[in-house]
């Protein structure tokens, strides 16, 4: 007789630390639990093969000699799987497909905003007496105000987001709010693991950390979680589920969100993103397949000026006080050339239906960024790009044919280069002020260069005083100005 039957306790005490275990791991991860369920049911590979597991099982428990029925399901699992999964992928896309719209209309017009990848990475550096780990993956434009927030996760080990940082334009200062109690983020252990705690609003809803973004209200910091489900029969396919908003002490999923209600893009980026990936799927399977039909975006490595943001912009209408997420487009395959812009609404979401994506196609291509970008330095020589440490940042269309790069060094925009249809291109101050202007073939046109610094010098950054610079870029500037005067006093003593 084994221990178990002669000891009713040993069988008795397994099988409770065995459930007692499960439920440890249920509250820990259900949300876990709820994204693999989701996953699989959403599937119809996975529905599929499980079917074909269970009907194994089963020949085998009913028939124990059924060897060549187990092989001839195990043979249709082989085949169908690759079938299903690749029919899977682009049925999704179909679905997505259906809300995107081709024309040959004009875009609107776009505010420009200090590039993202500035913000998020002057955050740390302007950030006073904060303390928190900075997580500027997260760092958000709102366009109501154009300032930058991002999220602080507090120290220690089992922790969330406890504080939000405000970088206003012009000012050198930034604002802090808190939430009333700490937040769920991203990986977060029990109760601060987000996708755990979108889990309790709803089983069925989904987040894309990227999505996730803050801001302040009243001195009160706000989370806001752009939130997708699942929807269709056999294969699903993601729609939008509206934001839950996260307070510190409740969460609240907002299934209608009207334009303006909130600061910040309301409908899911993620979302976005693989609507306009879904154009790849709107000429057919084969066309699809063969890389024949759709856009993609600008990306070329982490050699252009987009480089790690190149696609869903957020930015403002010149118009209206709405807000679009903004993508430059590329044919698919090897073309780099610029043939179109993407725009969909991020200030406003319905649960259960997608927002249009509206492909403008351009009268004229543009010439891809890395292109663009050499262009440019060589239009301006005078900069003195190198010894300046300067670089291009964030190419944006500000309107039909018209395309805005930030000239930046290092958390400082430094210089604006507006980029014509023609190819003809302007140096301007932040403010506007046209300093020189070139036409296609780079020959001057025009502008006021008297003020542009000589090679050697460095520009003071135009649009703001001194007060605007962080510590760090006042000691470089100092360093610099240091070095130019002991260089012409040298030259004046010979």
């Known amino acids: ?66 060897g060549g029925r187990l092989g001839v399901l195990l043979l249709v699992a082989v085949v169908a799987a690759p079938v299903l999964g690749v029919w899977g992928g682009y049925h999704r896309s179909r679905q997505l497909s259906e809300s995107i719209e081709i024309t040959e209309a004009a875009q609107a017009g776009y505010e420009w905003r200090i590039p993202w990848s500035v ?10 007496s904060v303390t928190g780990t900075f997580d500027e993956k997260s760092t958000t434009f709102l366009p109501v105000t154009g300032a930058y927030v991002t999220p602080v996760k507090a120290k220690g080990w089992i922790k969330g987001f406890d ?6 334009p012009g000012e050198n200062r930034v604002d802090v ?13 029990f109760q601060y693991n987000l996708r755990r705690a979108l889990s309790f609003v709803g089983g069925d809803l989904m987040a894309d950390p990227d999505d996730v973004w803050a801001y302040c209200e009243q001195d009160k910091g706000q989370m806001v979680v752009p939130v997708t489900r699942f929807t269709g029969f056999p294969e699903q396919h993601e729609v939008p589920a509206g934001v ?17 209600e909130l600061p910040g893009p309301v409908y899911p980026m993620s979302l976005a993103a693989k609507q306009r990936n ?14 024949r039909s759709g856009y993609e975006t600008v990306s070329e490595g982490d050699d252009g000026p987009d480089a790690g943001n190149e696609s869903e912009l957020l930015l403002k209408r010149t118009d209206t006080s709405r807000w679009d997420y903004v993508t430059a487009l590329t044919p698919r395959g090897t073309s780099k050339s610029v043939v ?23 009268e004229a291509a543009r010439q891809g960024n890395v292109a663009l970008s050499n262009a440019i330095i060589a239009a301006f020589p005078q900069l003195n790009w190198n010894a300046n440490q300067l670089s291009l940042r964030e190419v944006v269309p500000t309107s039909a044919g018209t395309w805005t790069a930030s000239i930046t060094k290092s958390t400082t925009v430094t210089r604006l280069v507006e980029i014509a249809a023609d190819g003809a291109m302007c140096l301007t101050e932040v403010s506007g002020r046209e300093i020189e202007c070139v036409d296609a073939n780079g020959a001057s046109t025009g502008g006021d260069p008297a003020e542009e610094p000589s090679d050697g010098e460095t520009p003071v950054p135009s649009g703001e005083s001194l007060s605007g610079l962080s510590n760090q870029e006042l000691a470089e500037l100092q360093q610099e100005v240091a070095a130019e005067v002991a260089r012409r006093l040298a030259a004046s003593e010979n």
């Not at 913000?119 to 006073?128: D, T």
């Not at 839950?244 to 303006?260: I, M, N, T, Y």
């Open 163 to 168: 504080q939000i940082v405000v970088q206003t």
């Open 119 to 128: 913000a998020a990475n002057s955050a740390p550096s302007r950030a006073g």
């Open 177 to 189: 709010c808190e939430f009333d109690a700490q937040v769920p983020v991203h990986r977060g252990w």
């Open 1 to 66: 007789m084994s221990d178990y039957g002669r000891r009713p306790g040993l069988w008795v005490g397994g099988t409770l630390a065995t459930l007692g275990s499960g439920l440890l791991f249920y509250w820990a991860f259900h949300g876990t639990v709820y994204a693999v369920l989701r996953t699989v049911w959403a599937s119809t590979m996975w529905k599929t093969l499980i079917v074909l597991v269970v009907l194994a099982v089963v020949s085998a428990v009913v028939s124990p000699r059924s």
């Open 278 to 291: 879904a154009s790849h799927a709107l000429d057919g399977f084969a066309d699809r397949l063969f890389r």
């Open 340 to 362: 179109g812009v993407a725009t969909l609404a991020a200030d406003e979401v319905y649960a259960g239906k997608l927002n249009k994506l509206t492909v403008h196609r351009m």
């Open 244 to 260: 839950v908003v996260f307070d510190g002490r409740s969460a609240e999923l907002r299934k209608q969100v009207e334009a303006g």
